[in-house]
T-cell receptor
Framework: GQQLNQSPQSMFIQEGEDVSMNCTSS?????WLWYKQDPGEGPVLLIA?????ELTSNGRLTAQFGITRKDSFLNISASIPSDVGIYFC??????????????FGTGTRLTIIP | EAGVVQSPRYKIIEKKQPVAFWCNPI?????LYWYLQNLGQGPELLIR????????DSQLPKDRFSAERLKGVDSTLKIQPAELGDSAVYLC??????????FGPGTRLTVL
């Protein structure tokens, strides 16, 4: 089946630093979604990307749909304590003819060091 | 707009006991999903409903898991009997169709 690999697996940064993470797929994706999950909560949708090369921002977050359609990137600028959590990429993978089944990545755990 | 509501938030049971989880999706969202999330992993789809019809239940272990969405709104996921390996977070999500899914807080199940 399709697999989404996220890198890095975990990050330890200081407040104010910029963050970059990526997600790669073994097959072409038509849509990329980025979610954030806080401890004890469900994932929250951050950004959705629908077109190869697309660059979309949501506040301090910026995500890009890779032109190969097999990868996506998420950047966080000037990190703050509330950015702590696990970031998941997700997508429906190969053309799915109306099936909205999402495959989720392995997650990137972001920790801010005091 | 109220989000996806799930209950209970936490459940502890002994193995071989039955357990049920309830989900109320966002108003107007016809598509409802149940996901399983094991510790340290991303969510994995168990079942997807379009209104009251289960359109994708290929990942649902049907020997012990069942789900229903009788009136096309609320949904219940049941496990009977529960096994130790069922300990996980059970997430419900909803959407208007398309790929943008909105998740509830989840039910954390512990099977002893």
């Amino acid at each position: 089946g399709q697999q989404l690999n996220q890198s890095p697996q975990s990050m330890f940064i200081q407040e104010g630093e910029d963050v970059s993470m990526n997600c790669t797929s073994s097959s072409i994706f038509n849509t990329w979604l980025w979610y954030k999950q806080d401890p004890g909560e469900g994932p929250v949708l951050l950004i959705a990307l629908y077109k190869a090369g697309e660059l979309t921002s949501n506040g301090r977050l910026t995500a890009q749909f890779g032109i190969t359609r097999k990868d996506s990137f998420l950047n966080i600028s000037a990190s703050i304590p509330s950015d702590v959590g696990i970031y998941f990429c997700a997508g429906p993978g190969r053309p799915n003819f109306g099936n909205e089944k999402l495959t989720f990545g392995t997650g990137t755990r972001l920790t801010i060091i005091p | 707009e109220a989000g996806v509501v799930q209950s209970p938030r936490y459940k502890i049971i002994e193995k071989k006991q039955p357990v049920a989880f309830w989900c109320n999706p966002i108003s107007g969202h016809n598509t409802l999903y149940w996901y399983l999330q094991n510790l340290g992993q991303g969510p994995e789809l168990l079942i997807r409903y379009e209104n009251e019809e289960a359109v994708d239940d290929s990942q649902l272990p049907k020997d012990r898991f069942s789900a229903e969405r009788l009136k096309g709104v609320d949904s219940t996921l049941k496990i009977q009997p529960a096994e130790l390996g069922d300990s996980a977070v059970y997430l419900c999500a909803s959407s208007r169709g398309g790929f943008e899914q909105f998740f509830g807080p989840g039910t954390r199940l512990t099977v002893l």
